[in-house]
C-alpha cells in the first residue's frame, strides 16, 4: 500500500507567521506608589469636604457653658418640680402676617399672669444660624407681644424665659420650648 500525497494539504503544514506579541506593560513599585497615593488622596479630599460642610453648618455649641450648667443640674430639677408646682400654661402663636410672635402666659386658675419680664431666644430648630433674642411687651392681662418681622416660612422655636419684673431677680420662674410653624 503506497500513500499518496499531493500539494493541496501542503498549505496547512506550514505554519502561518504569527502577529507580533503586545507588549505587556510590568506593574512596577512605581505604579503601586501613585495608585496608593491617589487612593488616599480621594479619601482625604472627601473627608475634608464633609469635616468643612459640617462645621460651617453647626458650630456645635448649643449650651453655653454645659459643664457648669451640668454640675447644677440638681438645682435644674428643683427648679421645674417649683415651675411644676405654680401650674402656669402658655399658648404661643406665630402671626405671620403681622411678623409678630404673640404669648399668653395663665396660672391655675386660667388667669393672666402679669409683670413679667419675658424673652424668648427665636431660631430654627436645626441651626443656631438664625437665632435671635427677643424681648416681649406686655399688651394685655398675661399676654406678651415681640415684633418679628419678615420670616420665611417652616419651622421655627421659641426658647421663653420669664422673670419676676418687681423682683429685681435675675431668676427665671418660668421656661418652655414651643415650636412654631409659618406656612409657605
Given at each position: 500500500m503506497s500513500t499518496?500525497?499531493?500539494?493541496?494539504?501542503?498549505e496547512a503544514a506550514t505554519p502561518k507567521p504569527r502577529p507580533a506579541k503586545k507588549m505587556r506593560k510590568e506593574v512596577t513599585g512605581r505604579h503601586v506608589l501613585y495608585l496608593m497615593l491617589g487612593f488616599f488622596a480621594v479619601i482625604i479630599a472627601t473627608d475634608s469636604f464633609?469635616?468643612?460642610?459640617?462645621i460651617s453648618t453647626f458650630g456645635g455649641i448649643e449650651?453655653?457653658?454645659?459643664?457648669?450648667?451640668g454640675l447644677a443640674y440638681n438645682d435644674r430639677i428643683a427648679e421645674e418640680r417649683a415651675q411644676a408646682a405654680l401650674?402656669?400654661?402658655k399658648d404661643a402663636r406665630l402671626d405671620a402676617?403681622?411678623?409678630?410672635?404673640?404669648l399668653t402666659v395663665r396660672d391655675k386658675n386660667q388667669k393672666g399672669i402679669g409683670g413679667l419680664q419675658i424673652t424668648a431666644v427665636f431660631g430654627r430648630p436645626a441651626t443656631n444660624t438664625h437665632?435671635?433674642?427677643l424681648k416681649l411687651t406686655q399688651i394685655g392681662d398675661g399676654e406678651y407681644m415681640a415684633i418679628l418681622g419678615t420670616i420665611e416660612p417652616g419651622n421655627w422655636v421659641a426658647t421663653i424665659a420669664a422673670r419676676e419684673a418687681l423682683s429685681?431677680?435675675?431668676r427665671v420662674v418660668y421656661q418652655?420650648?414651643?415650636?412654631?410653624w409659618k406656612a409657605p
Open positions: 499518496i500525497f499531493s500539494n493541496a494539504g501542503s464633609l469635616v468643612y460642610k459640617a449650651t453655653d457653658d454645659a459643664y457648669r450648667k401650674g402656669w400654661t402676617e403681622r411678623g409678630e410672635l404673640r437665632d435671635r433674642t429685681g431677680s435675675d418652655s420650648k414651643v415650636r412654631l
